[in-house]
């Protein structure tokens, strides 16, 4: 009876140190839902691709993915946003061309665009195309060039917002070129549209989403795509590269960041799904839908790819003096 009692105490003993009384240990990421924040409203590109890429990768890690929308401030809203939030995989942000050339317009930005974030992958990029009036003399980039350098002012671009996509391209294409020109700004593209068909600008760069119905009803002429290599989206749009203008490559893009210092098994998991993602037909089809070109990247190339645009923007931002609006 007394060795009974003493081998059940010594057992009650020993089975407090046993691993299932000891807390148990984190279980592996994600074991909740995932916050992605776009930078923008609902219904445009990034949103649409936001939410396409939730679907998919709410599917591949088994938790859901709330898409957030933080419109706003050329998208310093979101990023600032994400940037503050806790480094532990569940806030992401579906970031946009414009939080590399925050550095150079804004004097008071409340994160370090290369130390604030931790780079997961490239997503897509918005080719842009250069698009003329179908009546304008000019049928060629050579010949638009031609007409730029002869003009007393010019060839004049519309931009549908400054230190846009389209408006700091079109200030590349100007120095390029070695011409003058004026970019005008816009509240969108449906003005700058709406003078361009009216012959009262000269170009825009533009989505060819936008452009195609004016393009098939013989109103608009594409000259080229300010891409490094052709676009599926519109594939017989030759590059500016092509046309002898090297330097001339400029788009929209998109890409997931998350806070610094979010382990690096949820960074590669990540990655590893978004390039899956990018290389899914059904993805595919809905992000050129949207005039998008899916693009994946590793996490280093991606990191890369944003000091690039960083340093390339913030020169022609200061050669053109572009000041925040």
């Not at 930005?109 to 304008?136: C, E, G, W």
């Amino acid at each position: 009876m007394t060795t009974t009692r003493r081998q059940l105490l010594t057992a009650a003993a020993t089975g407090l140190a046993m691993p299932w009384c000891a807390p148990s240990r984190a279980q592996a990421w994600p074991t909740r839902p995932i916050r992605m924040v776009s930078p923008y409203g609902a219904g445009g590109s990034n949103d649409i691709l936001t939410r396409v890429l939730g679907d998919f990768l709410g599917r591949r890690l088994g938790q859901g993915i709330v898409v957030e929308n933080k419109a706003g401030a050329g998208t310093r809203i979101a990023n600032d946003f994400v940037a503050k939030a806790p480094a532990d995989g569940y806030t992401l942000l579906h970031a946009a061309a414009p939080i590399a050339i925050g550095e150079a317009l804004y004097k008071d930005l409340l994160y370090d665009v290369h130390k604030s974030f931790a780079s997961i992958a490239s997503t897509a990029i918005a080719p842009l195309f250069l698009v003329v009036n179908a009546d304008a003399p000019y049928k060629t980039l050579a010949e638009f060039v031609g007409f730029a350098k002869a003009s007393p002012k010019g060839a004049s671009f519309g931009s549908p917002g400054a230190g846009s996509a389209p408006h700091l391209t079109a200030e590349l294409l100007l120095r390029a070129a070695g011409a003058k020109g004026v970019v005008v700004q816009y509240r969108g593209d449906a003005p700058a549209y709406t003078d361009l068909l009216a012959g009262r600008i000269d170009a825009t760069l533009t989505a060819i989403s936008t452009a195609v119905p004016h393009i098939q009803a013989g109103r608009l002429r594409v000259l080229g795509v300010a891409t490094e290599e052709r676009t599926p989206l519109y594939p017989e749009a030759r590059t500016l590269r092509e046309q002898g203008m090297s330097s001339v490559v400029g788009y929209g893009w998109y890409g997931m960041l998350a806070p610094a210092a979010t382990p690096a098994s949820v960074v590669a998991r990540l990655n590893a799904e978004i390039n899956a993602a990018v290389v899914d037909p059904e993805v595919r089809r809905k992000a050129e839908a949207a005039g998008l070109q899916l693009r994946g990247s590793t996490s280093a190339e991606f990191s890369a790819f944003i000091a690039s645009e960083t340093g390339k923007w913030a020169r022609i931002i200061k050669s053109a003096n572009i000041t925040a609006e």
